[in-house]
Every structure is written in C-alpha cells, then in structure tokens.
C-alpha cells in the first residue's frame, strides 16, 4: 500500500461555520516517476558522453540596454558536477540495486556543437564491463547566463544573474538496439536591487562560474530523481460528533477496522448531519486500509447524504466530499500504475 502518515496526532482545529470541528491529519501519497524508462533496470551506469564547453560561450553581459559581449568562463567541471550529482540522486532513492559513473568522457569529437551519441557496440561494451542493465548518457550540457544591470526609477542599481542549462540523455538498454532520448533543460535566477552603486548591486550577485556549476548540479539532481517515484504530502479530515468519538477514538490509534465498525452503526441514523459525516469518515479510514473502491463508495454517499441536509453547510461539504472523491479516484488510478 502505498501510503503513509505524515502525523500520527490527530491535531483538532475549528474549520467550519455552527462551530463544526474536524480532525486532520498529513498523509504521504507515492505518485509514479516523472521518467518510467528504468523502471525494472536494477543495475545503471551513468556514461560521460559530453565534451566541455567553450570558455567564451554563453556568458553575455548587459549594462543599461547595451550588450558588452562575452566573457570567458571555466566550465570544464560542470558536466561531473551534473553527474555526480544525477549518480548520487538515483542511488538516494533505493530505486536501483546499482547506479556507477563512468566519468571519464566516451566522446573524442573536437566539435562540442555536435552531439556524438554512443554507438550500439560501444554501449553493448559499456553494459558488459561493468554488468550493467542499462546507460543512462549525457550526450551534451549547454549552460549560458546573462548579467543585467540597469537603473531603476527610484535612482537605484537593479542587477540580476539568469543562468540556463540544457542538457541531451540517451537511454540504451544491454542487449537492445532501441533506445531512448530526453532533454532536460532548466534556469536559476539571482536578483540585487536597491544600491545606489552599480559595483555593489553586482557583487551582490554570486560569480557567474559558482551559479552555473550550481545550476549544473541541480539540474542531475532533477533528472536523478525523476526516474523515482516521488511522495507528496496532503491533508485528510475527519468529522468529529458526540456520537462519532468511539469511532474517533479507534481512528486515532489507527485501528482502521474498528472505526469503521464504529461508524457503520451511525450511517443510516436519521440524524442527516451525523450519518453524512459518519459515511465520510468510513471512507477515509478505508483509504487508510488500502481499499480505494469502498473509500470511493463510501464517499460517494457521503456526498449524496449531504447534498440530503438542505443548509448552507451541507452543501459546502457535499462540494468538499466531492472533491474528495476525486482525490480517491485519482489515486486509485495512480496505484494501478505503480
């Protein structure tokens, strides 16, 4: 079950109108990888298969609308930084049995404009060295910036430092002729503003080599994360009434089933308000248990038993069931991905 409390107090606070009050509660839901091409690749070796860029590339320089030209930059460390970084993110997400680097660059090309992917049998090779079930490969990384600076109505110097990164990846699975590409690209920017000195307004601003390794690195991070499936936190509620609190109380110490049994006594009460909100309840506990399809049933009740309570309020949680409900659908649709 892909599922886990972020909080196991149940923290009580006042939400609604006629002094309602509800419990909540922070649960983690696991959402598939943004990249699904290694998924089932338990050993990856991650190739360098780009060159360094040329130190006068990339780095222009703006000072009041007028374009000053390059400047020179050393970035013969970025494309390491990028994948060390890339290496260290998968290995982080216990994802994979294996992630090594190969750091040494596989590309003896002269002309850093061009990409020169691996070919099948330097691949296959790769794969064979170092028993690997795929290559994850940078084939190029492009970083350039801009510093701008100009003055501003209030007679101050405004500067900013917008760095850019764009990378090329090849994925070659051992022992297939397919493979796959992606590109990533991604930009940071720095901002100083409200000296009256133009020098002290860029000095605020990091060098420009420390923003784009920087960028570099955060860039292989991204991409090393995204073949993972990734946890995002959200908040669940629970309806708290004089009658629901044995149900509450078991909820509480996470005993699923027995709110649940709790509860189910209170949903075809007469009582419109308690067994709408018991019938609620029922469904967040059933999410709790894993069982998607009676939490959406449950849900779906507790929406109509609401919509049943002709106030103000009622329908204010109908709407706030139904969102609910799409939340559960949603999910259910994930874990069949997973």
Request: a negative charge.
């Amino acid at each position: 079950m892909n599922i886990r409390l972020c909080s196991l107090l149940l923290v009580l606070c006042s939400l609604y109108v006629n002094a309602q009050q509800q419990w909540y509660f922070s649960v983690d839901e696991r959402y598939p990888a943004e990249r699904q091409q290694l998924q089932g690749k338990q050993r990856i070796l991650v190739v360098n298969n780009a060159l360094t860029q040329p130190q006068d590339f990339g780095h222009s320089t703006i000072l009041d609308g007028e374009n000053k030209g390059n400047v020179e930059i050393d970035l013969s460390r970025s494309v390491l930084y990028c994948l060390f970084a890339t290496t260290q993110s998968m290995e982080s997400t216990g994802e994979f049995d294996a992630v090594e680097l190969m750091d040494i660059s596989q590309n003896h090309s002269t002309n850093y404009y061009t990409r020169t992917p691996l070919t099948f049998s330097q691949a296959e090779r790769l794969c064979t060295d170092y028993q690997a079930d795929a290559l994850l490969t940078l084939n190029q990384l492009v970083l350039y910036d801009i510093v701008e600076s100009f003055p501003t109505d209030e007679s101050a110097y405004y500067a900013y430092l917008q760095a850019y990164a764009q990378s090329h990846w090849t994925i070659h699975y051992a022992g297939q002729t397919r493979e796959a590409t992606f590109t990533q690209a991604d930009t940071l920017l720095w901002e100083s503003q409200l000296h009256y000195n133009r020098t002290q307004s860029l000095s605020d601003l990091p060098s420009r080599q420390e923003a784009l390794l920087y960028l570099a690195r955060e860039l292989g991070n991204r991409i090393g994360s995204s073949f993972a499936p990734s946890w995002q936190t959200t908040r669940r509620y629970i309806y708290e009434l004089p009658d629901l609190q044995a149900g509450l109380d078991a909820f509480r110490l996470q005993r699923w089933n027995s709110a649940i049994n709790q509860w189910l006594t209170i949903v075809d009460s007469k009582d419109k308000k308690a067994a709408a909100c018991a019938a609620a309840n029922i469904a967040i506990a059933y999410e709790m248990l894993g069982d998607y399809a009676s939490a959406c049933d449950y849900a779906q009740r507790a929406s109509r038993l609401f919509g049943a309570w002709k106030t103000a309020y009622g329908r204010q949680q109908q709407v706030n069931i139904r969102y609910y409900l799409a939340q559960l659908q949603a999910r259910q649709a994930r874990e069949r991905d997973l």
